[in-house]
Structure formats: C-alpha cells, structure tokens
C-alpha cells in the first residue's frame, strides 16, 4: 500500500475504483481495511480512497496530544499530499467527528459529508463508555482483544449476537487480522474521542451532508441527531432501524443502498 509524508507522519492508505474521489476516515483503533464492506460498491461509482490516521494501521504513532481537529488538518495535508484538491468526505465515529473539522476548516477540501454514528460534543455519558474501554486495553494489554471484547457488543445489536454468531466470529478473526494498535496509541487516539467538542464548528459546514445513525446505538445514539441536524444547515438525517452503532456491518447492503444515493446525487 502507498505511503505519502503528511505533516509530522508518514501516513498509509489504500486506493480502489474509479471515478470522483472519496475519502473515507476510519473510527477509533481501525485502520483502512474497516470500510472494506463499502468499498466493493463505492469502487463501482467513486475513488476510494482509504486512510490509516495519525496512530493506528500502518500511519506513524508519535507521542503527544491529539485531537479531531489534528486528524482533521492530517486530512487535508494528505490530500493535497496525493494531489486530491477536493473529495466526498466520509467517516463513521471518531472519522465523522475529523469530518466535521474538516468541513468546517477546510471546506475547499470537501465536495460533500457523511457523519455516520457522529456526536457534536462528548457528552459524561460517552465519556464513561470510552473511559471503560481504555481501563479494558489497559486491563488485557491488547487494544485488539479490547476492540472484540469491550467494543464490539457496543456496536452491533443482541440480535446479530443472536442469529449469526459466526459473522461475529468472522468479524473479530477480521480485527485480529489488521496491524495492531499499541496501548499508548490507542490512549492517544481515545482521548481524541473524550475532548471532542465541535459544536462551534457545525454552522461554518456549507457541504451537502447526510447524517446517519442506527436506531439501537446508546454510544452515539440519536440524542445527538438534532444539535447536528440542526447546526448543520440543509443536512439529511437517515436512521437505520434495525441497527447499533456500526451499521457499516450490521446492514451492509443498506448501509451501501442509501448512502451510495447521496453520494451519487451529489456528483458530477
């Protein structure tokens, strides 16, 4: 996979498809493959175009604070690094919060938004979530059990658990697959997610975004659904019905359906 220097890191992605370019932003631990049930349908329509940010996949994991907005500015620095003046702009989680800087401070940069599972500000409820998950990293020494065992049940439904039990199987073989995210890595990049306060950011947004959330999440549930409809103006708000907070896995085909129309009706 490329690797192009972007600020103080090297940073590696992967690039698929054809057609106008799509940046997709991972969420908190995942590397570029996290999107790799999207990327065989968008690779129909777009350039995919996936990352490994700051701290995770294979992207250089200094030392020091970060934050959405650095994620955000890496962003912006990768693109014009490869020589992407403009793209769509999608992430889920910690990738919709960097795409919420981004928009906001570098809307040159973004042709549209998608915030999938996204919150404007971390709220003490969240807050408690990712904290529990750092003290789990801390407790077993490995993010990646941490991410199967402490993340997973937040992010797809009983029943999923339920019904298919080897697609759960199959998922966390996927996670232990991916390049592995040291401890100190992962404190960093969750502290991100624990500062993050975008609220002052979201009416400076003037690109077409669709926002998204599965009807069953409690991390980044649809009490956020109206401060970011609302401070975003013109946005579009789709929630899935049968999913938690990974509808990326949970309703793959769906998941792809509806946001494969917003994206495509703002092409061209």
């Known amino acids: 996979m490329p690797k192009v220097k972007v600020n103080d890191i090297t940073m590696n992605y992967e690039r698929q498809g054809a057609g106008e370019p799509i940046v997709l932003i991972p969420y908190l631990a995942a590397d570029n493959a996290c999107y790799a049930f999207q990327t065989g349908d968008y690779a129909k329509h777009f350039t995919c175009i996936s990352i490994d940010p700051r701290g995770a996949g294979e992207t250089d994991k200094p030392a020091g604070t970060y934050s959405t907005q650095m994620f955000a500015d890496d962003v912006s620095a990768f693109m014009q690094a490869i020589g992407v003046e403009r ?3 999608s992430g ?4 919709a919060a960097t ?5 906001s401070k570098h809307p040159q940069r973004v042709k549209s938004l998608s915030l999938h599972s996204c919150w404007d500000k971390t709220d003490p409820y969240l807050k408690t979530v990712v904290e529990g998950w750092r003290s789990i990293a801390k407790g077993l020494g490995s993010v990646t059990e941490m991410v199967i065992q402490g993340v997973l049940p937040w992010c797809l439904t009983p029943e999923l658990y339920a019904a298919k039990p080897e697609y759960i199987d199959a998922l966390a073989a996927f996670v232990r697959g991916r390049p592995v995210q040291p401890l100190d890595a992962f404190m960093r ?3 991100a997610v624990i500062a993050h306060d975008a609220r002052g950011e979201l009416a400076k947004i003037k690109a077409p975004t669709q926002i998204t959330f599965g009807r ?3 991390v980044t549930s649809t009490r956020f659904a109206d401060a970011l409809k609302n401070g975003i103006a013109g946005s579009e708000l789709s929630v899935f019905e049968d999913c938690a907070h990974a509808a990326i896995y949970e309703n793959v085909a769906g998941f792809n359906e509806r946001t494969l129309n917003f994206l495509k009706r703002h092409s061209g």
């Open 87 to 89: 793209a769509h702009i």
């Open 92 to 95: 889920v989680s910690l990738g």
């Open 99 to 103: 795409g919420i800087w981004l928009a």
């Open 189 to 191: 990049q969750s502290g």
């Open 216 to 218: 069953h999440d409690v």
